[in-house]
């Protein structure tokens, strides 16, 4: 079943205050790319006393922009879904203009002693492609923020006169990566564990395929009418959005085992045979994906490494 992905948002303005909903609106920061697709979308939650979640990027445009649309408003919470540089960073200034808590369920994870490998192939860059100037840096990682409040998974962590907030963890894109429960619109703003255009990397070593299955599920047992993600428009029918993205998930661990029972046994092997109709600058994040896939399938007994050593990134791999 093919993920029914939410119409473009192209045309949604930068640095302008959107009322989405009777209580959410949205502003979105210029920061598009082939991974964060129009831009970063933070929530405006509430009509006087607000909650912003995901400040965004670290961008003067995108701050200006959040300052005018919290005009005579008081913050009285500051929610982080995860801590990739699309997301916390403007948190710091945000924190500091309002005094408004921070919450999230943590930092992120440091991994000591883990050593990066190296899977730039050049024949993959686009040469006409040009950065803007304002331009963040994909996928980087936050590891200044940490919040004031540490929220638990299932807490009823903020209340305003107008609505309740709960946490809901969903590990997997990251491994600290909470989706928000709002309860008086029954609506769940799912960060990047579930984005409206495309599907989510899960890159290793702090995305981790096993917890992402878990967490879909997690979220696909829920009844929650609207999906708010962080990229893309919102997802007004979420369960069959959601079926269908976890069928895609389980579709492609079942065409990375058969492409190692053909005898493609290498991670950049494999993403060039299964992800050949897609953009070759993806290629990189598609193989960090596939590794988790195959971290997982390690772990399930259905594959080993050729050479018994743990699964890596530009390692080979059998079928037990």
Known sequence: MAI??????????????????????????????????????????????????????????????????????????????????DHSPLTQWLHEFTDAPRYAIGPHKVYEGFVEEDDHDPSEDDPTEVKEEEEEERETIDLAFAPDIAVTDGEWFLKTSEFSLQAVATPGHTSNHLAVAMDAENALFTGDHVMGWSTTVVSPPDGDMRQYFESMNKVIGRSDSILWPTHGGPVTDPQPFLRAYLDHRLERERQIVAQIAAGNNTIPGIVKVLYASVDKRLHRPARRSVWSHLRKLVDDGVVATTDGGAPRLLGSYELI
Do not use: W
Request: charged share 20%; hydrophobic share 35%.
């Open 4 to 85: 029914p992905f939410v119409p473009r948002i192209d045309d949604a303005p930068y640095f302008e205050s959107t009322q989405m909903s009777p209580l959410i609106q949205r502003v979105i920061a210029k920061n598009p790319s082939k991974f964060s697709y129009h831009g970063t979308g933070t929530y405006i939650l509430g009509s006087q006393n607000v909650v912003v979640v995901d400040p965004g990027p670290k961008l003067d445009s995108h701050r200006d922009a959040l300052m005018k649309a919290l005009e005579n408003r008081t913050v009285v919470g500051i929610v982080v879904t995860h801590c990739h540089s």
